[in-house]
């Protein structure tokens, strides 16, 4: 295998950090993007960013204004202006056919849509649904910490494509790897878990009873809110409004990407206690 150097966005954060340690384990050299190496408003900062990158990981960040698709717009042209040839970027969600009115969601929609024309070798790699890392954002392993609850806002019978960021970044490892790269994977887990499942292998791993507590939408936003501020709560919130009354639609034949991480090997890895 080729190794190269691979510019990544977001890398020490939740979602960035486990593509870094997969790309470095398969002997690539990365190049860590952040707000400090790189503007995201500035078309021209993150061209010079790029120059000499060999691919591009992009993952866009959690904002939930209008700057959201100012963001999109200025890393396509960036990666157009730096002439990276290959480029994987994660949603870091479900992905709608189509825009939706919500900029955080259609900055998503618009740059999957429009980055196979922008560079030679595109993948766009996504979850099918929740990460299980939003299970252990401090907020949650707080609460299965001091009251023995897992709370999300998804019924607790419903099976969910529950997967886990290091068994996206191992997709990402494969496109990267690939001399012709998926176009599109959707990350899910072993097979898809109910609620009352993630709490059992939660009170497996941190020693005590756990209970799946469901909320609705606009109950997890005020839960999260001190941790992550009222814009960005209601921002995630939003995401579970229709999710929870609706099935998501079907993955396309050839698309999905099975990990193999289960649920109760993942929550043994979590830092609970």
Known sequence: ????????????GTQGSPVVRRLRALGHQVRPLNSASADLA?????????KGA????????????????????????????????????????PLPPDPVGVPFVDARVLFARDLPARVEAASVIGPAGPYLENLVQPWS?????????????????????????????????EALA?????????????????????????????????RYLWVEPAEYA??????????????IAGFYAPAAAAAPPPIPEGWLHRGTTTVERWAARQAWR
């Open 1 to 12: 295998m080729t190794k190269m150097i691979v510019a990544v966005h977001g890398a020490t």
């Open 42 to 50: 500035d078309a021209a900062s993150l061209a010079a960013a790029y």
């Open 54 to 93: 060999d691919a591009v990981v992009v993952q866009l960040p959690q904002v939930f204004g209008e700057i959201a698709l100012r963001h999109a717009a200025s890393v396509l042209a960036a990666l157009c202006e730096a002439a990276v040839s290959r480029v994987v970027f994660n949603p870091g969600m």
């Open 141 to 173: 392993a707080r609460r299965v910490r001091e009251h023995g609850e897992l709370v999300y806002p998804l019924p607790a019978e419903t099976p969910v494509p529950w997967s886990s960021l290091d068994d996206l970044a191992e997709a990402v490892g």
């Open 178 to 210: 690939g001399a012709e790269p998926p176009a599109r994977l959707v990350v899910t887990g072993p097979e898809e878990v109910t609620g009352d499942r993630l709490a059992a292998a939660a009170a497996s791993a941190a020693g005590r009873p756990v």
């Open 222 to 235: 005020r839960l999260i809110t001190p941790v992550v501020g009222r814009e960005a709560a209601e921002g």
